[in-house]
């Protein structure tokens, strides 16, 4: 399963873009979104799919952490 999560984007070289999820910094592609530094995106298998603002991703964020947080996320496997 693969996650869209957001992170930051801190530099741009071509169509590569250095992003920062949370202090784990990331390559990720950004030929698909009219991105520049500073702005948030949308990360899903590599690639930048969407430019959101920061109190938008700050949100989702949140979320993410209170669903980590309530111990809901321990799925188990199929016997």
Do not use: R
Not at 4 to 26: E, N, R
Not at 27 to 51: K, L, P, Y
Request: aromatic share 8%; net charge negative; hydrophobic share 45%.
């Amino acid at each position: 399963m693969c996650l869209a999560i957001p992170g930051k984007i801190v530099a741009i070289d071509g169509d590569d873009a250095y992003i920062d999820f949370g202090g784990s910094k990331k390559t990720a592609n950004v030929s698909m979104v009219d991105a520049e530094v500073g702005q948030w995106v949308v990360v899903h298998a590599g690639f930048a799919i969407e430019v959101m603002d920061e109190d938008e991703a700050q949100e989702t964020l949140k979320l993410w952490n209170d669903f980590l947080d309530s111990g809901e996320a321990d799925i188990k496997k199929p016997q």
